[in-house]
């Protein structure tokens, strides 16, 4: 019986695998805490859309590693954005495998002892509409700390706004892969054994241009007076949850509690409050229970209140903040000023503390923001034409999240401290890099260079006071591609600025170098004795170090047989080719090609006399190189009968 029922339930209840919360409980009216739901509807119809979820709990079809669950309440207290992603490893991989392609009995390709590609997409298709019908096992209640006997405000999905992804649940390439062998399987459908241990990962995240995937009844006082938020654990053997709270003065986290089956319990640690540099209140929990524990009923409950704790500290600045007068430099492309490594340093609190900034001129209120976001990084935000010289002022305190604010102030200066240009210079090995200062400071020391992601150029240094000033920036060592300048600015009342300037430049690519190895007699072939073939030796370089290919051209015929080792070449020439020309060849003219990674192509053009037309005079050596940008690689050289033409020639060079 319960192998059928799963059968009856195959696609529709694969996507569980997506959440360990989504257990087996839900919160109820009158009872002292939430229930565990032991039995799975069976409502779900095979191959339908239509489906039901509800009851269903992870824990009773598999084996998790760890998880992590990420809940964001929104600011208006109703909706919300739920992450979750689970890692299964190692032996634990191949039960879920293993038990989702069970789920799948009596479907095309289901419970074959092999895990597909198509049911990895059915399990994608079905699952937002399936994860509706779950329970978030998170639950709220406004009034004084509740245990239960009250009717919980549940947060519920929302299909809409969910999107769901793994990693590695059919690993690509796998050594064991093959195509599936059901004949209704899509086209290029490939599948797995069930027994591989290979990791994988199952993500659920809020659908692109959705604000939310869970969602609530509002509080009715959004969070500004008392309220508990209650969580069912029940079978979450490994797991950590984060849940942040809109930013609310006042808001902290007065009590919390873990009871087993109505008692309290020190079974798992309690959660750890924290405040972001943003003002916002972040709570989190690490879960577990162990299997031996089942089926004892934990939920954990947190009591939050807006009252002020009876004894506050005021927070202070440090002797790392900046002092009065300030300059903070900031640019018109980047907005992020101070990095929230160095502003933690700033001010001290025993509660956590933002910054609260007042703009000095009232033109600035309403168009200007500024403070700290989550990752306590320093923002000015405002119109993107901002002019080059705009010196905007503030007057900055330190808040707690309890509404205490510093005693001293600090005021500072949100100002360009240069503006800049650049171009490639025209001998395209540097770039110009000159730096206007706008006068907010005196004198800057700039230091900079050419920036790629992986390389960077020499660096050069110069003071910058009154007039414009320009650095010459090195190339050299850079790919060809795209060039942006790093640096780094210093000066007396203002913060360090740490540069990235994009100017949409390109460093050119040099073309190849090509070298020819001459004989001692002058000349730059080798023959061998049946003079059907002579050799050619040499080397190639490319100025930028990208890689080069080689090609050479003779008688309308190319090859690209070259033996490399380094930058030396080698090539055997064989003549057959140009048997059939008529007048005969007295010279052979040879073309060389050199491109680079870039499509940058270089020639040489190399004449090699026939031994055999020395009746008239000898023809000196030449050779010339020519340089084109973007053609395409040449061809490889035409497969001929070496046996039959070389005979030709030979038979040709006896009668003369």
Same mark, same amino acid.
């Not at 910054?355 to 000095?360: G, L, S």
């Given at each position: 019986?319960?192998?059928?029922?799963?059968?009856?339930?195959?696609?529709?209840?694969?996507?569980?695998?997506?959440?360990?919360?989504?257990?087996?409980?839900?919160?109820?009216?009158?009872?002292?805490?939430?229930?565990?739901?032991?039995?799975?509807?069976?409502?779900?119809?095979?191959?339908?859309?239509?489906?039901?979820?509800?009851?269903?709990?992870?824990?009773?079809?598999?084996?998790?590693?760890?998880?992590?669950? %990420?809940?964001? #309440?929104?600011?208006?207290?109703?909706?919300?954005?739920?992450?979750? $992603?689970? +890692?299964?490893?190692?032996? =634990? &991989?191949?039960?879920?495998?293993?038990?989702l392609d069970e789920l799948f009995d009596g479907t095309p390709g289901g419970n074959n002892s092999w895990m597909s590609t198509d049911e990895r997409e059915a399990v994608r298709a079905i699952g937002p509409e399936c994860i509706a019908d779950m329970d978030t096992r998170i639950g709220m209640r406004e009034g004084l700390p509740h245990r239960g006997g009250v009717d919980w405000n549940d947060l519920e999905f929302v299909k809409d706004g969910i999107s769901l992804d793994e990693?590695?649940?059919?690993?690509?390439?796998?050594?064991?892969?093959?195509?599936?062998?059901?004949?209704?399987?899509?086209?290029?459908?490939?599948?797995?054994?069930?027994?591989?241990?290979? %990791?994988?990962? #199952?993500?659920?995240?809020?659908?692109?241009?959705?604000?939310?995937? $869970?969602? +609530?009844?509002?509080?009715? =006082? &959004?969070?500004?007076?008392?309220?508990?938020?209650?969580?069912?654990?029940?079978?979450?053997?490994?797991?950590?949850?984060?849940?942040?709270?809109?930013?609310?003065?006042?808001?902290?986290?007065?009590?919390?509690?873990?009871?087993?089956?109505?008692?309290?319990?020190?079974?798992?640690?309690?959660?750890?409050?924290?405040?972001?540099?943003?003002?916002?209140?972040?709570?989190?929990?690490?879960?577990?229970?162990a299997a031996n524990e089942y089926p004892i009923l934990r939920n954990l409950f947190l009591d939050f209140t807006t009252m002020a704790p009876e004894t506050n500290e005021i927070p202070e600045w440090t002797a790392d903040a900046p002092v009065d007068g300030t300059v903070i430099p900031f640019s018109a492309e980047t907005r992020d000023v101070v990095e929230g490594e160095i502003t933690e340093l700033w001010a001290?609190?025993? &509660?956590?503390?933002?910054?609260?900034?007042?703009?000095?001129?009232?033109?600035?209120?309403?168009?200007?923001?500024?403070?700290?976001?989550?990752?306590?990084?320093?923002?000015?935000?405002?119109?993107?034409?901002?002019?080059?010289?705009?010196?905007?002022?503030?007057?900055?305190?330190?808040?707690?999240?309890?509404?205490?604010?510093?005693?001293?102030?600090?005021?500072w200066t949100f100002a360009q401290p240069f503006t800049s240009e650049?171009?490639?210079?025209?001998?395209?090995?540097?770039?110009?890099?000159?730096?206007?200062?706008?006068?907010?400071?005196?004198?800057?020391?700039?230091?900079?260079?050419?920036?790629?992601?992986?390389?960077?150029?020499?660096?050069?240094?110069?003071?910058?006071?009154?007039?414009?000033?320009?650095?010459?920036?090195?190339?050299?060592?850079?790919?060809?591609?795209?060039?942006?300048?790093?640096?780094?600015?210093?000066s007396n009342g203002m913060l360090d600025y740490a540069f990235m300037l994009d100017f949409n430049l390109e460093k050119a690519s040099a073309p190849p170098v090509i070298e020819l190895e001459v004989n001692l007699d002058g000349t730059n072939a080798t023959w061998d004795a049946s003079y059907l073939k002579f050799t050619l030796q040499g080397k190639v370089l490319d100025p930028d170090g990208e890689g080069v290919e080689m090609a050479l051209s003779l008688c309308g015929y190319s090859t690209n047989d070259f033996v490399r080792s380094g930058v030396v070449w080698e090539i055997d020439v064989n003549i057959v080719s140009c048997s059939s020309q008529n007048p005969p060849v007295t010279i052979y003219d040879i073309t060389l090609i050199a491109t680079d990674d870039s499509g940058t192509i270089a020639t040489m053009q190399v004449q090699v006399p026939d031994p055999y037309a020395s009746t008239e005079e000898p023809v000196n050596d030449e050779d010339e190189v020519t340089v084109e940008e973007g053609l395409p690689a040449v061809s490889l050289l035409a497969t001929l009968s070496v046996a039959l033409l070389g005979a030709a020639v030979v038979n040709n060079r006896k009668k003369q």
């Open positions: 019986m319960e192998k059928q029922r799963f059968a009856q339930t195959s696609i529709a209840f694969t996507v569980i695998i997506l959440f360990l919360m989504m257990a087996a409980s839900s919160m109820i009216t009158g009872n002292s805490t939430m229930i565990e739901s032991s039995e799975a509807p069976t409502s779900a119809r095979q191959g339908s859309l239509d489906v039901d979820c509800s009851g269903y709990k992870f824990e009773d079809l598999f084996d998790y590693n760890y998880a992590a669950f %990420d809940i964001n #309440i929104g600011e208006d207290w109703a909706t919300g954005q739920m992450s979750a $992603v689970a +890692f299964v490893n190692g032996s =634990n &991989s191949a039960i879920v495998r293993e038990n990693v590695n649940l059919v690993p690509s390439n796998h050594d064991e892969e093959r195509d599936c062998q059901d004949l209704l399987a899509s086209s290029d459908c490939k599948e797995v054994p069930v027994t591989i241990t290979d %990791d994988l990962q #199952i993500h659920m995240f809020t659908k692109e241009d959705e604000t939310h995937n $869970v969602r +609530f009844d509002q509080l009715p =006082n &959004s969070g500004a007076s008392n309220f508990t938020l209650a969580l069912n654990v029940t079978n979450m053997s490994n797991a950590g949850l984060v849940l942040t709270f809109p930013q609310l003065q006042g808001l902290r986290l007065v009590n919390s509690s873990i009871q087993d089956d109505n008692a309290e319990s020190t079974a798992m640690p309690l959660p750890e409050p924290q405040y972001l540099p943003d003002g916002r209140l972040r709570v989190i929990q690490e879960v577990s229970y001290t609190d025993d &509660s956590g503390w933002a910054i609260d900034c007042v703009f000095a001129n009232q033109e600035w209120v309403g168009q200007w923001t500024t403070g700290l976001d989550e990752e306590g990084s320093l923002f000015l935000d405002g119109p993107d034409d901002v002019a080059p010289d705009a010196q905007i002022q503030v007057e900055c305190s330190v808040v707690d999240p309890f509404g205490a604010s510093s005693i001293e102030t600090r005021n650049a171009t490639i210079s025209e001998s395209g090995d540097a770039l110009e890099f000159t730096v206007t200062p706008t006068g907010v400071v005196s004198e800057i020391s700039i230091s900079a260079h050419a920036h790629q992601t992986a390389t960077m150029g020499e660096m050069r240094m110069a003071t910058v006071a009154g007039e414009a000033s320009m650095l010459a920036l090195p190339l050299d060592g850079l790919a060809p591609g795209p060039v942006m300048i790093m640096g780094h600015a210093e």
